[in-house]
C-alpha cells in the first residue's frame, strides 16, 4: 500500500551531517555569528543582538527544537513537559530542572535569570502564567512563541503548511547561530517525508485528543490536519477553522470514521481513550471501534515542530498494518 522507510537516530544524524556539509557558507558564517537578529514574532518585533545562552522553554516542542537543532545546552530549565524526550535527543537532554507541571509562574521563571523564554502557546505568558511579554521584556528578558501558536490575525497559519513548519526552524536556528544545522534538520525531515506514500483511496479519521462528555479533536488547521493530510486521511472536523477544537459525539457517530487517531498523554492515555470509546453505546458501534482501526501518536508530536514530519512516517506506518488498500 505505501512505501515508509523509517529513519532511526543514526540515520537522521547522518542526514543532518549532509546538510550542514553542504551548507553555503553564507550559512555557516550565520550559525557562528553574525549581526543581530531581529523577528516579527506574534505581531512583535523581538531583536537578539546575540545567540541566548540561557533559555526557559515551556511545552515539549519548544524544549526539542532547541535539542534537534544541538543548542539544548542553552536550556536552565523547562516547564509543561508533554512527555519524554525522544530517544534521539535524550543524550542531549540530561537531567532538565522542570519548573512546573503546567504553565510555571513569572517569580519561578525570573528565578532562572533567563535571557529569553520560548513558549509553545502564546498563551503561556499571562500575569498568570509565566508573565506577560512587555512586562518580561521591561525586565530584560526576551520572550518568542511558537510561531505556528500565534493567535493574532494574519499570525497564526492557516492552515498549517510543512512551508511553516520548517520556517519556524530557520528562524529559531538564526536566532540562535545555528542555521547550517536548521537546514541539515530540514533536509533530514524532507527526506523523511519522500517516502510516505499517501493513502490510494479515501479514507476518513477521528483525530481523538481528550474528552469524555465532550471529545476535544484535531481541527481544520492545524498539526493534526497537516498530518492527516499528507498520510492521506480526511478529517471528520477539517471544517472547524482552529487547531484543536469541542466535537461532539452525535458528528462523530454521523461521520462513521474509517480510523480513529488517539493522543496518548500521561494525563489521559490511549487505554483511557479506548474505554471511553468502548463503553459508549453510540461510539461502541463505530466501524473504527468494532475493527479497532486504531492510530496512535504521542501528545508531544502533536504540535507543530520538530516532530511534525517524523509523526506522519509513524502513523503512515500504523496504517499499512490496518490493510485500508
Not at 547522518?14 to 550559512?27: D, I, K
Not at 524526550?85 to 530542572?97: D, G, I, R, Y
Not at 536556528?173 to 534538520?185: D, V
Not at 458501534?285 to 509523526?311: P, W
Request: some cysteine; charged content about 20%.
Amino acid at each position: 500500500m505505501r512505501s515508509v522507510t523509517m529513519l532511526g537516530p543514526l540515520g537522521l544524524a547522518g542526514l543532518l551531517l549532509a546538510g550542514c556539509a553542504n551548507a553555503s557558507p553564507e550559512q555557516a558564517a550565520t550559525g557562528a555569528a553574525g549581526a543581530a537578529v531581529t523577528v516579527d514574532n506574534c505581531g512583535r518585533e523581538v531583536t537578539f543582538d546575540t545567540a541566548p545562552e540561557r533559555v526557559v522553554t515551556i511545552k515539549s516542542s519548544t524544549t526539542e527544537m532547541l535539542l534537534a537543532l544541538g543548542v539544548g545546552d542553552r536550556i536552565v530549565a523547562t516547564a509543561y513537559p508533554d512527555g519524554p524526550v525522544p530517544e534521539e535527543w535524550a543524550t542531549e537532554a540530561p537531567e532538565l530542572p522542570v519548573l512546573a507541571d503546567r504553565v510555571p509562574s513569572q517569580e519561578v521563571v525570573l528565578e532562572q535569570e533567563p535571557e529569553l523564554v520560548y513558549a509553545g502557546w502564546e498563551s503561556n505568558f499571562t500575569a498568570d502564567g509565566a508573565g506577560e511579554r512587555e512586562s518580561l521584556e521591561a525586565l530584560g528578558v526576551r520572550t518568542y512563541v511558537a510561531p505556528s501558536a500565534c493567535k493574532g490575525e494574519g499570525y497564526r497559519p492557516n492552515p498549517l503548511t510543512f512551508d511553516d513548519v520548517f520556517a519556524e526552524i530557520r528562524e529559531v536556528a538564526s536566532i540562535f547561530r545555528a542555521s547550517a544545522a536548521g537546514e541539515g534538520l530540514i533536509a533530514g525531515q524532507e527526506a523523511l517525508l519522500a517516502e510516505v506514500t499517501p493513502l490510494p483511496e479515501p479514507a476518513s479519521a477521528l483525530w481523538f485528543s481528550s474528552g469524555t462528555d465532550t471529545p476535544f479533536v484535531g481541527a481544520g488547521i492545524g498539526a493534526p490536519q497537516l498530518i492527516l493530510d499528507t498520510v492521506g486521511l480526511t478529517n471528520v472536523a477539517e471544517h472547524i477553522e482552529d487547531s484543536w477544537a469541542p466535537f461532539n459525539w452525535e458528528a462523530v457517530v454521523d461521520a462513521d470514521p474509517d480510523v480513529i487517531v488517539l493522543v496518548d498523554a500521561d494525563w489521559n492515555p490511549v487505554e483511557q481513550k479506548i474505554e471511553v470509546l468502548e463503553s459508549n453505546p453510540a461510539t461502541a458501534n463505530l466501524t473504527a471501534v468494532r475493527e479497532k482501526r486504531y492510530l496512535t501518536i504521542d501528545f508531544a508530536a502533536t504540535e507543530a515542530g520538530v516532530r511534525t514530519a517524523s509523526a506522519v512516517a509513524e502513523l503512515a506506518d500504523q496504517l499499512a498494518t490496518l490493510g485500508l488498500d
